[in-house]
């Protein structure tokens, strides 16, 4: 988890061309790649481990804005502009630097924020993306921005009757998602979330998992996000708030913070996010001039505690530790595990918490 750091990236919304298909959820002619029960390359995708966002409350940096923090600056999302509903070409307001690492990050280590957080559990017993796939219930064309690897799609796809879509900005990530059963008739779409290639009113929800608050050019994307939607569709996000009370999530910011200042600027992270994303106030200002009601919001404490090996995958998954040299990732991880071996339980598992913030709103009018 990156921290109290800026993060930003995610995935965005990808380019199009004409208009979509009249289920709204194919791809728009000439737009991103659309993978549909696909086979994934001879080798299969790579896969790493780590906390994908938690900076700031999910993965994200803890030094500077890294691909999940609040930065200032455009969507990260590729191609060129996509027509509006008005036919206007939207503005491209994509951040090379920052989509260019996540490409890299995410390549070299898919499925990276649901191998740090799946195991995660809110007082209730549901993992943060449990928390997602219920408030979808009623809901019967879901998108997922920022899918990643799947597991909240799979998850939402086992309901009756359900059609998903997904949409990342890395394709490694959506090789994993192909290989999912349940999502063998999932459209999956390379691209980013301020050119989202669907047609006006195509879904009655939208979810994001740790991924709003990695992306710039929010006001283009919260109205990408408005127009795909139905009046009265639903959006859920999950949005990292920052380590729990104490704890090894707590202990490895502190122990990164002075390695990352240390750090010379070839081995940060691009800036990236919008940290109005982090907070009720900021959510609605963003918003709620696209068309949305005043967001629900709730902090979730989310239980991380696991076997050593499994917390050292979630922290050092962060994206801060992508551009640092091995050999100081490996001392960082030596005093991180000599700092919380004393804190072990009798099973041997290490606390670990974070908190995440849950965001719901729907589109009004």
């Given at each position: ?5 800026d ?12 208009p ?12 991103p ?10 080798g299969?995708p790579?896969?790493g ?5 938690f ?8 030094g500077?804005?890294a691909t ?9 999302s ?7 509903a ?11 630097d ?50 990643g ?18 949409l ?11 290989c ?5 008739t ?10 989202l ?16 608050m ?11 996000i408005?127009?795909v939607?139905?009046?009265g ?9 920052g ?23 070839e081995?940060r ?32 404490p ?13 922290v ?6 992508g ?12 005093r ?7 804190t ?6 290490i ?9 719901v709103?729907?589109r009004?009018?």
């Amino acid at each position: 988890m990156r921290g109290e750091p800026d993060s930003g990236g995610g995935a965005g919304a990808s380019s199009g061309g004409g208009p979509a298909p009249a289920d709204g959820l194919g791809p728009a002619t000439g737009g991103p790649e659309t993978v549909r029960g696909a086979e994934p390359a001879a080798g299969g995708p790579v896969s790493g481990g780590g906390a994908g966002e938690f900076s700031g409350g999910g993965p994200a940096p803890v030094g500077g804005p890294a691909t999940g923090g609040p930065a200032s600056g455009g969507p990260a999302s590729g191609g060129g502009a996509r027509p509006s509903a008005t036919g206007d070409p939207a503005p491209d307001t994509s951040t090379p630097d920052a989509v260019a690492f996540l490409r890299r990050f995410h390549a070299a280590h898919p499925a990276v924020t649901a191998r740090s957080m799946a195991h995660g559990r809110a007082p209730d017993g549901r993992s943060s993306y449990a928390l997602l796939r219920d408030a979808m219930a009623g809901r019967r064309r879901v998108l997922d921005v920022g899918c990643g690897d799947g597991l909240l799609l799979d998850m939402l796809a086992a309901g009756p009757g359900r059609e998903v879509a997904g949409l990342d900005l890395s394709a490694p990530e959506l090789a994993l998602a192909r290989c999912r059963p349940g999502l063998g008739t999932a459209e999956l779409h390379t691209g980013s979330a301020d050119r989202l290639p669907f047609r006006d009113g195509a879904f009655d929800g939208v979810v994001s998992h740790m991924a709003l608050m990695l992306m710039d050019g929010v006001e283009r994307v919260a109205a990408e996000i408005a127009r795909v939607l139905v009046p009265g569709g639903t959006l859920a996000a999950v949005i990292g708030g920052g380590p729990g009370e104490g704890g090894a999530y707590a202990e490895f910011l502190r122990l990164l913070r002075p390695v990352l200042d240390a750090a010379p600027p070839e081995r940060r992270i691009p800036r990236l996010g919008d940290r109005r994303l982090r907070d009720r106030e900021g959510f609605d200002a963003v918003f709620g001039p696209a068309g949305f009601a005043p967001v629900a919001w709730e902090r979730v404490p989310i239980d991380l505690t696991a076997p050593p090996e499994t917390v050292w995958r979630t922290v050092g998954g962060l994206y801060d530790l992508g551009p640092l040299d091995a050999a100081t990732v490996a001392e960082l991880r030596a005093r991180f595990t000599a700092a919380t071996a004393p804190t072990a339980l009798p099973d041997g598992r290490i606390p670990c918490a974070m908190t995440v913030c849950v965001a719901v709103t729907r589109r009004t009018g």
